[in-house]
């Protein structure tokens, strides 16, 4: 069985942090399905250091069933993120999780996210500083590098693994490259084989079992991330263990259980059901009517109406054998909002 750090897992299937997604519900139902393994989404330092009440609220998990419990975190500065850590401890955090990939402009104009794998002494400091302050595993999140001219994975995990990184997860992109062009498992395959002693955790287009199977087999990697795949579709992780794909009951009342966790976690009814607009339409997708179906439930504001349109159309709906009309729309600076 895998093992990251002091953890030995029941499978090598990891769900991706995402933000505006891999929120405690969607965890929760993902490691209910099997995922073995759930960050949280990219939660600030800055935020959690100076303790403010909304970056706080991101830590909310649940001790039942997250195990264990990962918490991903972002900044640029070696000293904040430990503290960060710190706080993320005392929140009940077992592994910390460093994002190292993240894109976005706001992000990597501290040095963090992706900015990190422009600056390995320090990307490694905080590793280091992490670790001495909290005492837990620390894993690593990257990409291949910033730009095609500068692919320097190999040199970042050389050093990520000499400041004491558990695990390394890679999505073998460059942040120019942001979600354009396919993921090079060639990557996976060159860290594996340069750092056999690191556990390494393949991720990127990984869109169903036989990818999954696929990428390990290829590459040598230790884990598998899935993250698009899984939106709408948590039961991916029960398929990867050879169970069966949702029925249309089941699909039912995960919705609706999700939809009703969601409104939980957030604690505002309207807010509530507009961001779950998103997940509602990757349920959605693939099936027959998923559009009149969207163009009706944005429409609706009180969660018990969205909750009737939601039994309506779900218990009903079949899979448009004409395949989904479109791609889904997975925007990631959206999600960051
Ligand atoms: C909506 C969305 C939000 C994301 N948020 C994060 C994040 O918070 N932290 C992170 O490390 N990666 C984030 N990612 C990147 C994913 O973890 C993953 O690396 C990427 O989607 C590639 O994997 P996939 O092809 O299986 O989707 C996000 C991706 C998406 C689509």
Not at 199 to 212: H, L, Y
């Amino acid at each position: 069985m895998p093992q990251l750090g002091p953890y030995t897992l029941p499978n090598p299937y990891i769900l991706a942090p995402m933000a505006g997604v891999s929120e405690m519900p969607f965890r929760v139902l993902a490691f209910r399905l099997g995922a073995a393994l759930c960050p949280t989404e990219l939660v600030s330092s800055q935020g959690l250091m100076r303790a403010n009440q909304r970056t706080l609220k991101y830590l909310r998990y649940d001790a039942q069933v997250e195990r264990p419990y990962s918490l991903q975190i972002y900044g640029g500065e070696p000293e904040a993120m430990a503290k960060a850590a710190v706080v993320g401890k005392e929140a009940g955090a077992q592994i910390i999780d460093i994002n190292m990939g993240c894109p976005v402009k706001k992000v990597v104009k501290n040095g963090a996210g992706s900015g990190l794998l422009c600056d390995v002494p320090r990307a490694a400091d905080i590793v280091r500083r992490i670790r001495e302050a909290t005492g837990l595993s620390v894993t690593c999140k990257i990409r291949s590098g910033w730009d095609a001219r500068s692919l320097n994975y190999l040199q970042v995990a050389g050093a990520l693994q000499e400041a004491g990184c558990a695990g390394l997860a890679i999505h073998p992109r460059t942040r120019e490259q942001g979600y354009s062009g396919q993921a090079d498992w060639g990557v996976i395959a060159d860290l594996k084989r340069h750092f056999p002693e690191l556990p390494i955790i393949g991720n990127g287009d990984v869109k169903t079992p036989a990818d999954a199977v696929r990428m390990q087999e290829t590459t040598g990697c230790d884990f598998v991330m899935i993250g698009r795949a899984a939106l709408g579709n948590p039961w991916l992780f029960r398929e990867l263990l050879g169970g069966p794909p949702a029925t249309p009951r089941e699909r039912c009342a995960l919705v609706l259980e999700h939809l009703r966790a969601h409104l939980d976690f957030m604690g505002d009814p309207l807010g509530a059901v507009r961001s779950f607009r998103k997940q509602l339409a990757w349920y959605a997708h693939g099936l027959h009517g998923a559009a009149a179906f969207r163009a009706e439930v944005n429409g609706l504001d009180a969660p018990s109406a969205v909750e009737d349109c939601v039994r309506r159309f779900f218990t009903a709906a079949q899979v448009d054998l004409a395949g989904p009309g479109e791609e889904q729309d997975v925007d990631y600076r959206a999600a960051l909002g």
